[in-house]
């Protein structure tokens, strides 16, 4: 027993406890550098615009440091504890991260549009996107892969420790404990739209500017949230499925085939309604004529001085609760499609607004004219008026009609956008007569708004006037898409003494609701054996279509036909507060069968958000 005790390995006397830690500091020490640098390079590759500025402000704001340095780094303990060799979690760190981060510089490249987490569940899109566009290396990533070769070399060469299972399994239990608090700050949605806000170098209304001004792990992992689009309570596919069955999709007759421009007004209301502010007959003058001749109505929005596109797609798709659009999707455009119609649309504005640019194509678009690829010359690179804009439409139409199909365009303005300044008019004054006490920077807002009103009055009816003469059958649709900004916290609404509690039925109308009308040529009206006038029903921007199609006398798709089923019963279905309107009432509780039909139609909606049906009406562009 001696000699074997002899021959155990003995403890190596220099290896003193200061000597055990400064090796264990010197290890982790490299392999934490290793993994920022890693966090590093990623920030680098998200700066897509202005990059030297934008990369600063990264770390101007170290909240937005942190949540994409922090993950990177958890993400590589967490491999190391599990593998327990640094080099492995090194490498696969830097594919995960880096490779995810050049992806979604390749998206924004070919589509400005980043990667996000419901892109990685879209796997055949993904691979039709690579076939179309050719894939290149740059000197950025020359460097980034020798930066990561050296940052491997230095690991294997420098920071050879292996710890024992024990400490291991203590590190992984450590490093998921941290993962969690990182995890609920980057899912939190006050802290990625308030305490990470980075608008400095960016325009806040893009929705992809705002994803690179807080980097790209950062945004990436908070956009897992936006692509959990739960189902409705009780929800059964084949339920549903068997439940949109009991429709049958109808076509539209070939001798009814009209042709159907749909423009949405930018902030546009009729203010004459409310009875205040006290305006000049001529500002809507022209508007109430168009009216007197069309079919008219209520239109109660969700949104309030901004969100236009949340109207914009409620409109097109029939449903009250809109997914993210990021992959083909069933919508009336496609439909339209599928009837053998052209269908185009026109905004004077920029295509990465709200992300229009990628979402109008899964949409159905086939073509869509926007400031960068119509209007720039026109405009000298900036945002286009209705003089402009309502002159162009003509030429579109022009166009389109030309391919010897009938249209449908979908189109929306910019002028009318808020904010209206305080301190100066812009179409001259005089539109507000009323005697009341208004201050200077009151009055100067509500001319700016109904100056803007009165102009695009008169815009829309040369418009209209155009097509009087038309040989084209038409069916023209206007609305607006909600009430217009007036000062902040509402102050102008205040002055004029307009109620917006939209805890009132009174202050809820006044609030979410804006007008549309629906007007056909003599040629629309012969074609379709119908007057087009009278009040029609008010409803939410979801049903608007089915006002249109009634209207036309079509049936539509059977998802449409379905919902009509629906707005009879329950015209109004307001998302934001819970609200409907049933039997000309607003409540917050429907009756039995309205809640009966409700409850199918967020089945019916969800089921036909998620089985794109449509991908034989012609060519579906790779998403």
């Not at 894939?135 to 420098?158: E, I, P, Q, S, Y």
């Not at 009609?401 to 812009?426: C, I, M, R, S």
Request: hydrophobic share 40%; aromatic share 16%; proline share 5%.
């Amino acid at each position: 027993m001696k000699q074997i005790f002899l021959f155990q390995k003995q403890p190596d006397p220099r290896w003193t406890p200061a000597r055990k830690a400064l090796f264990w500091a010197w290890n982790g020490g490299i392999f934490l550098c290793s993994l920022l640098g890693i966090g590093l390079l990623s920030l680098v590759f998200a700066a897509v615009i202005d990059q030297k500025a934008m990369l600063l402000s990264y770390f101007q704001n170290p909240l937005i440091a942190f949540l994409n340095l922090a993950p990177v780094v958890l993400l590589g303990l967490l491999l190391y504890f599990l593998l327990g060799r640094a080099g492995a979690a090194y490498l696969i760190t830097a594919g995960i991260a880096l490779g995810l981060t050049i992806a979604s510089w390749f998206k924004l490249q070919f589509r400005n549009d980043p990667l996000m987490f419901e892109d990685l569940l879209l796997i055949k899109e993904a691979g039709n996107m690579t076939g179309r566009y050719q894939l290149f290396l740059t000197k950025t990533m020359v460097l980034a892969l020798v930066l990561l070769a050296a940052g491997w070399l230095a690991l294997h060469f420098c920071a050879r420790g292996r710890l024992s299972l024990r400490p291991r399994f203590l590190g992984l239990s450590l490093t998921v404990l941290l993962c969690l608090p990182v995890w609920d700050m980057t899912q939190d949605s006050y802290t990625y739209d308030a305490l990470t806000a980075n608008n400095g170098l960016i325009n806040q209304w893009s929705a992809t500017q705002v994803y690179v001004s807080k980097g790209f792990v950062y945004p990436f992992l908070h956009s897992v949230s936006s692509a959990q689009d739960d189902p409705p309570p009780g929800y059964d596919e084949d339920e549903a499925a068997a439940l949109l069955s009991t429709w049958e999709g109808q076509d539209i007759p070939e001798d009814k085939k009209v042709s159907v421009i749909s423009i949405m007004l930018e902030s546009f209301d009729d203010f004459t309604k409310y009875g205040t502010p006290t305006l000049d007959p001529k500002v809507y003058e022209a508007y109430h004529a168009l009216e007197a001749e069309s079919i008219t109505g209520d239109l109660i929005t969700n949104i309030f001085a901004g969100g236009t596109v949340d109207s914009e797609r409620c409109f097109l798709t029939g449903f009250s609760e809109l997914g993210s659009f990021r992959s083909p999707s069933n919508s009336y455009p496609w439909y339209f499609r599928s009837q053998g119609y052209t269908v185009t649309g026109a905004h004077p504005c920029y295509a990465w607004f709200y992300n229009r640019e990628n979402i109008n194509v899964n949409l159905g678009f086939q073509d869509y004219r926007f400031v960068e690829n119509y209007f720039s010359p026109l405009t000298d690179g900036g945002v286009g008026y209705d003089d402009m804009f309502f002159s162009e439409l003509i030429k579109l139409w022009e166009a389109d009609k030309a391919l010897g199909k009938p249209v449908f365009q979908y189109n929306l303005t910019y002028q009318g956008h808020g904010p209206y300044e305080d301190d100066k008019t812009w179409w001259g004054d005089g539109y507000v007569v009323d005697d009341r006490d208004y201050t200077q920077a009151e009055l100067n807002i509500l001319n700016n708004y109904f100056g803007s009103v009165y102009d695009t009055s008169q815009d829309l009816a040369a418009f209209f006037d155009y097509f009087r003469e038309e040989e084209e059958p038409v069916v023209i649709v206007v609305f607006g898409d909600h009430n217009p900004w007036l000062g902040d916290s509402n102050s102008v609404y205040e002055a004029i003494g307009l109620d917006l509690d939209f805890s009132t039925p009174e202050g809820f109308y006044n609030y979410y609701s804006t007008r549309y009308l629906i007007w056909a040529n003599d040629a629309a009206k012969a074609a379709l054996g119908r007057d087009f006038t009278g009040e029609g029903p008010t409803v939410s921007p979801n049903f608007l279509m089915n006002v249109v199609f009634d209207a036309c006398g079509w049936e539509g798709p059977a998802y449409m036909q379905a919902a009509g089923e629906v707005m009879d019963q329950v015209p109004v279905i307001n998302t934001p507060t819970g609200l409907y309107v049933e039997d000309g009432a607003l409540t917050g509780a429907l009756s039995p069968k309205g809640q009966s039909l409700v409850e199918k139609y967020d089945m019916l909606q969800y089921y036909w958000r998620k089985e794109f049906a449509y991908a034989d009406a012609d060519a579906v562009p790779a998403a």
